[in-house]
Nanobody, 129 residues
Framework: QVQLVESGGGLVQAAGSLRLSCAAS????????MGWFRQAPGKEREFVAA???????????VYADSVNGRFTISRDNAKNTVYLQMNSLKPEDTAVYYC???????????????????WGQGTQVTVSS
């Protein structure tokens, strides 16, 4: 069982920045694919970004088109933590942001909500116009 705890959400003005963090309780953190998803009121949960090891010390990263170029996902395996740096925020980025983890996901399924076994409780991000 992996526990995930997000932090860093809040209220920010449009064009501002926030950094979300997600701490994981597992000794094998480096082997997990870590993802960020978000859910706005009345909408389905959607993929934001994900990161997984692709070999050695290199990592494979994918982004949703809506955040590509504005958001950056990264991880610190020594701290069992994954980050989401969000820049140039827009009102449409307002949502509850969730961290997710799974040890079996492949590159082809990194964007899929249903593929992740472990989820955090979510952190609210509100972008005002």
């Amino acid at each position: 069982q992996v526990q995930l705890v997000e932090s860093g959400g809040g209220l920010v003005q449009a064009a501002g920045s926030l950094r979300l963090s997600c701490a994981a309780s597992t000794r094998t953190f480096s082997s997990y694919t870590m993802g960020w998803f978000r859910q706005a009121p009345g909408k389905e949960r959607e993929f934001v970004a994900a990161i997984r090891r692709s070999g050695g010390y290199t990592y494979y990263v994918v982004y949703a088109d809506s955040v590509n170029g504005r958001f950056t996902i990264s991880r610190d395996n020594a701290k069992n933590t994954v980050y989401l740096q969000m820049n140039s925020l827009k009102p449409e980025d307002t949502a509850v942001y969730y961290c997710a983890a799974d040890s079996r996901i492949t590159i082809t399924t990194m964007r899929s909500v249903v593929e992740y076994d472990y989820w955090g409780q979510g952190t609210q991000v509100t972008v005002s116009s």
